[in-house]
Nanobody
């Protein structure tokens, strides 16, 4: 019922930047980014509601910025000052306001080399 397509992942050196994009097939209340490193749990990176309320993991505050373009049903994650610890598969997530419906993108690899 909702398709999410990510783009923008890749290989970058520590200190560099990447911009991730996720395009949804329709409007969704909350869009966000989660990441999963090998051997670790999937964790919230940042999310944003349709009204613009944001949340960030403490580890990315001040470095990452989430935004969305509701007209395009697209969410962005600007990732600056990247660190090796940011290396993970990044997944786009969309959910309804009550989280009854949750949708995941296929994931995009972000690798930060030192």
């Amino acid at each position: 019922q909702l398709q999410l397509v990510e783009s923008g992942g890749g290989l970058v050196q520590a200190g560099g930047s990447l911009r991730l994009s996720c395009a949804a097939s329709r409007s969704v209340y909350t869009m966000g980014w989660y990441r999963q490193a090998p051997g670790k749990q999937r964790e919230l990176v940042a999310d944003i509601t349709i009204g613009g309320r944001t949340r960030y993991a403490d580890s990315v505050k001040g470095r990452f910025t989430i935004s969305r373009d509701n007209a395009k049903n697209t969410v962005f994650l600007q990732m600056n000052t990247l660190k090796s610890d940011d290396t993970a598969v990044y997944y786009c997530r969309g959910n309804s306001g009550d989280s009854r419906y949750i949708y995941w993108g296929q994931g995009t690899q972000v690798t930060v080399s030192s």
